[in-house]
């Protein structure tokens, strides 16, 4: 089968688009055959061997953490699946993905695809919509009638903790860039705030129960979020390389999300994009050949917001 793999760490021309053997199941294993992956910033992160403390790889290693496609074989003891059934999962970081023909995933991580969308756009759900969902109900217990921020909405996860926040009854404050307020208006935010042109705290006029930071801001601009958030209020943080701060004076908690697989959430997710209209948006699909140019596009940040999946026909 083809794949895209590299042999060493380093930048993105380490990527080779080769010919590799296909994967047989082991136990607990799905073979499955793979109609698209995604391209998530933490595959650019594991290939430069940024991460090899908490995600160590074995090389050659092939990336791709989200997977969509149809179910090949089954390994010794998976049940509840059977070949032909389109599934949708969040692959173990460590461990071969889904920038191939085929993937081995572990029975557990799979959940029946949405049926209202393209299966391979459905690539664009695992990782970003779990964050989300996390970030939101797991960490911050959002409930009707809390307001949220959700500061950098103009990205995958942004659009769809929009959305998620909106369903649930939130009040939704959203910042976005010129590029994609529209399209953050659109996922249903009850103000949208420019940050390149407004200031965000003076624009944030009333406090906030939640604040989402899903932006790459300088630590003063993270540390000053607390102070729109109400006491007994939480942030919850996506950038790992920068720990959230707290505000224990007004019981407000910092929370550092670290996203993990979860095929219940996931079934749930797609749920509501079957019924209840949650949008899963593709920016750009690109074939698997060209994954070397999107990895290198990423490192040049030229790349559109939002998800881009990778399919390998």
């Known amino acids: 089968m083809k794949a895209v793999r590299y042999h060493q760490y380093g930048d993105p021309d380490v990527l080779r688009h080769e010919d590799v053997e296909q994967p047989v199941p082991g136990a607990g294993q799905v073979l499955v055959r793979v109609a698209a992956t995604s391209f998530n910033p933490v595959d650019a992160n594991i290939r430069a061997g940024f991460m090899q403390g908490p995600i160590p790889v074995t090389l050659p290693h092939t990336p791709g953490i989200d997977v969509a ?92 903790a929009v959305q998620l926040a909106k369903q649930a009854g939130a009040f939704v404050f959203a910042t976005a860039g010129p ?7 659109e996922a249903g935010a009850d103000e949208v705030i420019d940050h390149t042109t407004t200031d965000v705290i003076a624009a ?49 908690r910092g929370i550092d999300l670290f996203v993990r697989s979860d095929a219940e959430q996931l079934a749930h997710l797609v749920e509501l994009v079957d019924g209840a209209g949650l949008r899963v948006e593709v920016a750009r699909r690109v074939p698997l050949a060209e994954l070397p140019a999107l990895h290198a596009d990423a490192a040049a940040g030229t790349l559109p917001n939002g998800k881009i999946v990778v399919t390998p026909v």
Do not use: C
Request: no cysteine; charged share 15%.
């Open 69 to 160: 496609g149809t179910v090949d074989a089954l390994g010794e003891g998976v049940t509840g699946l059977r070949a032909g059934d389109q599934v949708i999962g969040f692959l173990p970081m460590g461990e071969p993905g889904a920038a191939a023909e085929y993937v081995l995933a572990p029975a557990e991580a799979l959940t029946p695809a949405p049926k209202s969308i393209a299966l391979a756009d459905a690539a664009a759900l695992p990782l970003v919509g779990l964050t989300a969902w996390q970030a939101l109900f797991e960490h911050a217990g959002l409930t009707a009638g809390q307001r949220v921020l959700v500061n950098g909405a103009g990205g995958a996860v942004g659009g769809y």
């Open 204 to 252: 944030v006029n009333q406090p906030v129960d939640v604040v989402l930071n899903l932006a790459p801001v300088e630590p003063a601009q993270l540390a000053a979020l607390l102070g729109l958030i109400r006491p007994g209020g939480v942030l919850v943080n996506t950038t790992v390389w920068m720990p959230a701060p707290s505000d224990e004076q007004r019981d407000v």
């Open 179 to 185: 590029r994609s307020n529209t399209r953050v208006a």
